[in-house]
């Protein structure tokens, strides 16, 4: 509330910015938001945000509005900063949702669907994806949650996004847990990653090579090795002691990655567990296995 006892603008609208590269999945993720009750505004001008939120608060009752902005909007996306901006002052805080792909998967989503990249022009895809990237890079840094989609299908990446935006009121941090194999590169969206490497390797147990960490004997195994406990709980402690700076600076979700060599047995056991840890301190938690069945 305000001096004069009237809401804030921050508490009559949520307000989210959907954005990243072309081809990533943003019609799966505005998709997945309008299932579950937001108000979505594809393409507009980023000068007309401003007026879009009046519009909306002054003469609807909407309160979850998504809009989704990106280089589509050509000269006008240069303008998306400022308008941003411009919300800033006027009390409103949009969350960001950044949607990335690997080049690889985006060049080949591009040849599949049988249509040129936004940038294309006379060039290739590549290049029109490199001046993407770099048009995009303000954004990427600042937002709240990422979601790399090179690995994903429409209907897990529209869980993830239910996953992030179905609360109708976010007031606590909300987390996704993701396992992965290091020989498959770091997840691109993650916050904080941790290595289970230090923990014996289940892969060399010959009864328990072919199961994985969600099974149970993989996951007792892994969790009575020295050490796996003391991590479960110093790191979910971290967690919540910098859940609070996170939400101070506005960012609700955080994305955590645990890894071993493969992504099949100790990253997976490991993740099940802190998620569960991180639940009992009352923080939303999502587990996903990247790399699970990939070996």
């Known amino acids: 509330m305000n001096d004069q006892g009237r809401p804030e603008a921050s508490e009559k609208l949520e307000l989210l910015l959907v954005t990243g590269m072309s081809g990533a999945g943003k019609t799966a993720a505005t998709a997945a938001l309008d299932d579950i009750g937001w108000f979505v505004v594809d393409n507009l001008p980023p ?134 194999g290091f020989k498959y590169g770091l997840p691109v969206d993650a916050d904080m990653v941790a290595d289970m490497r230090f923990l014996p390797n289940p892969h060399w147990v010959p009864h328990l090579r072919p199961q994985n960490g969600t099974d149970s004997e993989v996951s007792d195994y892994v969790l009575t090795q020295p050490g796996a406990e003391d991590f479960l709980e110093h790191y979910s402690d971290l967690v919540a002691m910098v859940a609070p700076g996170y939400l101070h600076e506005g960012k609700r979700f955080v994305t955590i990655g645990i890894g071993c060599t493969g992504g099949k047995h100790r990253s997976v056991a490991m993740s099940e567990a802190l998620a569960q840890r991180l639940r009992k301190q009352g923080i939303e938690t999502l587990v996903v296995h990247r790399d699970l069945g990939r070996e």
Do not use: C, K, W
């Not at 609807?60 to 909007?73: F, N, Q």
């Not at 048009?135 to 990422?146: F, H, Q």
């Not at 299908?153 to 529209?158: D, K, M, W």
């Open 47 to 180: 000068s007309l945000l401003m007026d879009l939120v009046t519009t909306v608060t002054q003469r609807t009752d909407l309160r979850r509005v998504a809009v989704v902005a990106d280089v589509r909007g050509g000269v006008f996306f240069s303008e998306l900063r400022g308008a941003l901006d411009l919300l800033t002052e006027q009390g409103y805080r949009p969350t960001v949702l950044f949607l990335e792909a690997g080049d690889e998967a985006l060049v080949r989503r591009f040849e599949s669907a049988r249509r040129p990249h936004p940038l294309q022009g006379a060039g290739r895809i590549l290049q029109a994806i490199e001046r993407e990237r770099e048009e995009l890079a303000s954004l990427r840094v600042a937002a709240d949650v990422v979601i790399d989609t090179s690995l994903l299908n429409p209907h897990e990446l529209a869980a993830r996004v239910r996953s992030a935006f179905s609360a109708p009121e976010l007031t606590g941090l909300r987390a996704i847990v993701i396992s992965f």
